[in-house]
C-alpha cells in the first residue's frame, strides 16, 4: 500500500515570502502525484498534477512542484504568497493498480500573515 | 454552474437516526467516489462507482449505503447514525476510472451527530 507523508502541519509565513511545502510518499510502484487545495468551508480544488515527463510541474496561482523520484518527493513551491493562499493543502498520490483511488496526506495549513 | 453538487451542506441529527447525503455532477463524468475527512482534516476514501458499477468499497460499515440509480449521481445513505460518524463527507467524480485522472470535488457535507 502507499502513504503520504506532509512534512509540517503548519506553515505561518509572511505575505511575499517564499514557500515550501514538502510532501514523501511511500510505493513499491509508480504513482501519480496531486496536490489539491483546501478553502475554509470549502470542497478541494486541484492544483497541479505529476503523471510524466517534466519532473518540474506548474500549476494555477503560481504554485509549483517538483517530482524527486530517487527521495520519493513532491514538494510544493511558490516564490511569493498572498493573504489569499492561506489554506488547507493536500498531497495524494494513486497507484497505476489502483484505479483512481486517492491517499492523501494530511494536510498543511499555510498561513500568510500580512 | 457547480459541477459536483452535494445537499445538504450542513446536517445535524441525533444517534440512531437514518440519513442521506445527495451527490450529483453535470461533467459527464463516469466515476464518482465519497470520502470522508475527519476532525483532524484527514481524508479518506469511503466508496468509488463507475457508471453506477461499485468498484472501491474501503473498510466502511454496512451502516453505510451507497446507491448510484445513474452515473451522474452517488448518494450516501447512512443508517443508526453514531456519534463516531460526524465528520465531512465529499463527494467527487472524474472523467473515468484511471489512476491518471484528477477527482474534481463537491462542496462537502458537514455532518454532525448529536
Known amino acids: 500500500a502507499q502513504s503520504v507523508t506532509q512534512l509540517d502541519s503548519q506553515v505561518p509565513v509572511f505575505e511575499e515570502a517564499p514557500v515550501e511545502l514538502r510532501c514523501n510518499y511511500s510505493?513499491?510502484?509508480?504513482?501519480?502525484l496531486f496536490w489539491y487545495v483546501q478553502y475554509p468551508n470549502q470542497g478541494l480544488q486541484l492544483l497541479l498534477k505529476?503523471?510524466?515527463?517534466?519532473?518540474l510541474v506548474k500549476g494555477i496561482n503560481g504554485f509549483e512542484a517538483e517530482f524527486n523520484k530517487s527521495q520519493t518527493s513532491f514538494h510544493l513551491r511558490k516564490p511569493s504568497v498572498h493573504i489569499s493562499d492561506t489554506a488547507e493543502y493536500f498531497c495524494?498520490?494513486?497507484?497505476?493498480?489502483?484505479?483512481?483511488?486517492?491517499?492523501f496526506g494530511e494536510g498543511t495549513q499555510l498561513t500568510v500573515n500580512p | 454552474d457547480t459541477a459536483v453538487s452535494q445537499t445538504p451542506k450542513y446536517l445535524v441529527t441525533q444517534m440512531g437516526n437514518d440519513k442521506s447525503i445527495k451527490c450529483e455532477q453535470n461533467?459527464?463524468?463516469?466515476?464518482m467516489y465519497w470520502y470522508k475527512q475527519d476532525s483532524k482534516k484527514f481524508l479518506k476514501i469511503m466508496f468509488s462507482?463507475?457508471?453506477?458499477?461499485?468498484?472501491i468499497n474501503e473498510t466502511v460499515p454496512n451502516r453505510f449505503s451507497p446507491k448510484s440509480p445513474d452515473k451522474a449521481h452517488l448518494n450516501l445513505h447512512i443508517n443508526s447514525l453514531e456519534l463516531g460518524d460526524s465528520a465531512v463527507y465529499f463527494c467527487?467524480?472524474?472523467?473515468?476510472?484511471?489512476?491518471?485522472?484528477?477527482?474534481?470535488f463537491g462542496q462537502g457535507t458537514r455532518l454532525t451527530v448529536v
Open positions: 495524494a498520490v494513486s497507484r497505476e493498480t489502483s484505479g483512481s483511488r486517492l491517499t
Open positions: 505529476y503523471l510524466s515527463g517534466s519532473t
Open positions: 467527487a467524480s472524474s472523467p473515468r476510472t484511471g489512476s491518471n485522472t484528477e477527482a474534481f
Open positions: 510505493s513499491s510502484v509508480s504513482v501519480y
Open positions: 461533467l459527464g463524468h463516469d466515476t
Open positions: 462507482y463507475n457508471n453506477k458499477e461499485l468498484i
